[in-house]
């Protein structure tokens, strides 16, 4: 069952119960494979690092102040 995303104005569930239900589905099966549970934590670490690092940040910091100039 695929966790449906929440109303773009509010940010809740627009079927809460089945967004509960989804997500613990979700949940129970990382839960259930620790392989993927792994890659998971290893594909999240990677996001991290590319986005949100400093020298991301600096990138993204650099961008703007050229776009505004």
Do not use: K, S
């Not at 119960?17 to 949940?27: E, V, Y």
């Not at 099966?29 to 400093?54: N, T």
């Amino acid at each position: 069952m695929p966790i449906e995303p929440g109303d773009d104005t509010t940010g809740e569930p627009r079927d809460p119960a089945g967004f509960a239900a989804a997500f613990a589905d979700g949940l129970n099966a990382v839960v259930r494979d620790p392989d993927r549970a792994a890659e998971m934590g290893r594909a999240g670490r990677a996001r991290a690092v590319e986005r949100f690092a400093w020298p991301a940040i600096a990138q993204e910091t650099v961008a703007l102040y050229e776009r505004l100039l």
